[in-house]
């Protein structure tokens, strides 16, 4: 019992503000129902704005494809608890901090239902990310991923 007391004491909060701001970079695999596995890469530079919401802009490198550029904007509503847009979601992005694990849900503009599980590593500088899209509730995708702070 006292282990998991000082496991759970030192295990980081994830605070999707802090850990985007600044430069991140991912490296994953995508696996796409009925296709071939898939190398992304993600490079991430986020801002905090004046009001307090994070704008970060990703690059997205997905297999041969060429890369695109995507937008993510993110404000805190209450205590572990962030509301948001995504220029690849139709609708709001919503996102729940649990101690070190982040989840994400949105809609793509398909009509997918995304949801992403991010846990933070103890040093608080990397984090693993899990992505699955579901369509009827058959998984259609899944990425997974580690996103690590460069700065």
Known sequence: ???ALLLAAAAPTFDPLRFFAGQTSGKGQLKVILRRRVSVSVAGSGRV???GSLVLEQVVKEG????RTRRWHLRRISPGRYV???TDARGPVTVEADGSRLHLSFKTPSGFKVQQWLT???DGRSADNVLRATRL???VATLRER???VD
């Open 147 to 149: 996103i690590v702070k």
């Open 49 to 51: 704005q004046p009001d």
């Open 1 to 3: 019992m006292l282990i």
């Open 137 to 139: 509730g058959i998984t």
């Open 64 to 67: 041969a494809k060429a890369p």
């Open 84 to 86: 948001g847009t995504l």
């Open 120 to 122: 933070l590593a103890p």
